[in-house]
Each structure stands twice: as structure tokens, then as C-alpha cells.
Nanobody, 111 residues
Framework: QVQVVESGGGLVQAGGSLRLSCAASGIILSFRAVSWYRQAPGKERELVVSISSGGYTDYADFVKGRFTISRDNAKNTAYLQMNSLKPEDTAVYYC?????GGQGTQVTVSS
């Protein structure tokens, strides 16, 4: 049974940082593409970044230079390091591994 669990969200002031985690079980992260999405209230879910099994990354323009995706294969966990956060980054962030996703983690950035 595949499980994906996001964590690490919280409340942070503008300009601050958070690191989100995406822990997977029942599936080997290093063999799969991993994506982070987000959905703000009243808005469509949007892709933030993805990383292929080969390590190729693709960032949305609105996070380039601020967010970094990574994987720790030993822990079967992916991360999203978010720096220079803005109020418009406020959303529920979801991780997807080969189509499997979790419940998301709330990120709130205050101005």
C-alpha cells in the first residue's frame, strides 16, 4: 500500500523560510518523479515544481530562485525548501509521487 505524507507547513512571516517534507512508503521515491503542487483558497491547484527520477527539475516561474526541491533516497523522502516566502505563497501544499498524493500541509505567510 502506497502512502505519501506531507509535513512541515506552518505560519511564517513574509521573507521567512519553511521546509516541507514528503515521506513515502510502499514506493521507492528515487525511481519516480516527485511533484509539489499547491492550492490557495478559491484557486485552482497549480504545479510548483517537479523532479524526475533522473534528477531533472522543473520549477514554476513564480518560485524560481526561491524554492528548491530535493530527495533523500535513504529516507525515501522528498523536500521542498521554501525561502523568501511571500503572502501569495499561502496555500495547501501537496506532494505527488507517481500519482499518489497525501492530505497536504498548510503554509500561511503573513505580511
Amino acid at each position: 500500500q502506497v502512502q505519501v505524507v506531507e509535513s512541515g507547513g506552518g505560519l511564517v512571516q513574509a521573507g521567512g523560510s519553511l521546509r516541507l517534507s514528503c515521506a513515502a512508503s510502499g514506493i521507492i521515491l528515487s525511481f519516480r518523479a516527485v511533484s509539489w503542487y499547491r492550492q490557495a483558497p478559491g484557486k485552482e491547484r497549480e504545479l510548483v515544481v517537479s523532479i524526475s527520477s533522473g534528477g531533472y527539475t522543473d520549477y514554476a516561474d513564480f518560485v524560481k530562485g526561491r524554492f528548491t526541491i530535493s530527495r533523500d533516497n535513504a529516507k525515501n523522502t522528498a523536500y521542498l525548501q521554501m525561502n523568501s516566502l511571500k503572502p501569495e505563497d499561502t496555500a495547501v501544499y501537496y506532494c505527488s509521487v507517481n500519482g499518489f498524493g497525501g492530505q497536504g500541509t498548510q503554509v500561511t505567510v503573513s505580511s
